[in-house]
């Protein structure tokens, strides 16, 4: 038989897929699983982006241009111009989604054996990607206890070697929910200054920010210009995951041009994507407060919940919709494989993603999960009940 490549093998399952075969027997057990595990908003897209798809009539579905349709880019920077992000139209690219952003920046910026240094827990598909290149990330371990802030850059300074290319950051963050402070991002400026890193930053959820905190984007950080690569995406922004737009933006022209060679070799971003996407720009601004106050509630929903639940603790989280809350489990994988494969209440279970898979530091997380709180109050009173309930029963199971 031929043989797989390293890195095929390498390659990380997702922590937030994984359990998915234990959820689909769940289901076919007749049980309802509560899909805590993944950060599928059940929050309508806009009409604006409805109408595009139902008024569609084209008599070809051509290929767009590689960066995307300049009336697409043109639009989009007004956008950005709302949050201060000053960008032209030249300075976006538009990608396969936030994922393929992550994928040609890496691969534009680092060789195999390169390093990156990645705050943890992170967004677990960093890793895939960075395998993808052939590159390393080294985590720095943000703590529950200090709700998941930012870790003393002396601790990033030790990491730092002739391999170092680059800081990933995602603010507001997934999974943890944090935003990172004026002061916490002028740190990162100075690292990066200093050691002339890339600063790639996600920050797919600024539209999600419940404290009235300042969001600082990596692109209001002055003289740090030519070294960001921010990370953009309409999934979560619309509740368009399924169009698969993403956009990649930096000011270096190096850079732009490098990513460009990528995008030329996929040939184009989907065209229908754009075409929503570029409408989704004009949503009636109803549609933002409406979503944005059905997250907040559901927030302080499922917070209160979790910290009412004896053993368990959140942090309240500030942005994004996700917590990483801990459990009162020797093991959230085992725990989490459990309640599908093994436990119900009332013909119910829950799907919560494993923590340990967003961090790369082995042994963290061991009994932390990632909750999104993607489900309507409802659903979630019941996945509360659900995991209160499990937990009870888990740990009166006899342990071997
Ligand atoms: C932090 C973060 N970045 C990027 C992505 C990728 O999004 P997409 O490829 O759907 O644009 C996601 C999706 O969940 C995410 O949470």
């Known amino acids: ?171 507001p963050n997934n999974p943890t929910g944090y935003l990172y402070t004026r002061a916490e991002m002028n740190q990162i400026k100075s690292l990066v200054q200093k050691h002339d890193l890339f600063l790639f930053s996600d920050e797919v959820y600024r539209e999600f920010i419940y404290t009235g905190s300042p969001y600082i984007s990596a692109c209001h950080l002055v003289g740090i210009e030519d070294n960001v690569v921010l990370i953009d995406s309409v999934s979560k922004r619309y509740s368009e995951c399924g169009i698969r737009i993403g956009a990649l933006i930096t000011k270096n022209k190096e850079l732009r041009n490098t990513v460009m060679k990528f995008c030329q070799a996929r040939l184009s971003p989907p065209l229908i994507g754009q075409i929503i996407a570029e409408a989704s720009l004009d949503a009636d601004p109803d549609y933002f407060r409406d979503t944005y106050d059905e997250y907040v509630e559901r927030r302080k929903f499922l917070i209160d919940g979790l910290n009412r639940i004896p053993g368990v603790y959140s942090p309240i989280p500030m942005g994004a919709f996700y917590t990483v809350a801990r459990l009162p489990v020797d093991d959230a994988d085992k725990f989490c494989a459990w309640c599908l494969s093994d436990f119900e209440y009332d013909g119910q279970t829950i799907f919560m993603a494993p923590a340990s898979g967003f961090y790369t530091t082995a042994g963290l997380g061991k009994d932390e999960v990632r909750i999104a709180y993607v489900l309507n109050k409802e659903d979630l009173g019941n996945a509360l009940i659900v995991l209160e309930k499990a937990l009870e029963t888990y740990n009166s199971l006899p342990r071997k």
């Open 1 to 171: 038989m031929p043989v797989i490549s390293e890195r095929g093998i390498e390659m990380p399952n997702s922590p937030i897929r994984k359990l998915a075969p234990l959820s689909d027997s769940a289901k076919a057990r007749g049980l309802k699983v509560y899909h805590l595990n993944i950060g599928q908003p059940d929050i309508a897209t806009p009409e604006a982006g409805l109408d595009a798809i139902r008024n569609l009539d084209r008599k070809i579905l051509e290929y767009s241009p590689s960066d995307g349709y300049r009336s697409y880019r043109e639009k989009l920077v007004g956008y950005y111009a709302k949050y201060n992000i000053n960008v032209s139209a030249d300075d976006i690219i538009i990608t396969t989604g936030g994922s393929e952003a992550v994928l040609f920046a890496f691969l534009a910026c680092l060789d195999p054996g390169d390093e990156i240094i990645v705050p943890e827990p992170a967004y677990a598909n960093y890793m895939a990607f960075a395998v993808s290149a052939g590159a390393v990330i080294r985590g720095v371990s943000s703590t529950i206890e200090e709700g998941f802030s930012l870790p003393s850059i002396d601790k990033f300074e030790e990491l730092i070697n002739e391999r170092t290319k680059g800081i990933m950051i995602c603010n």
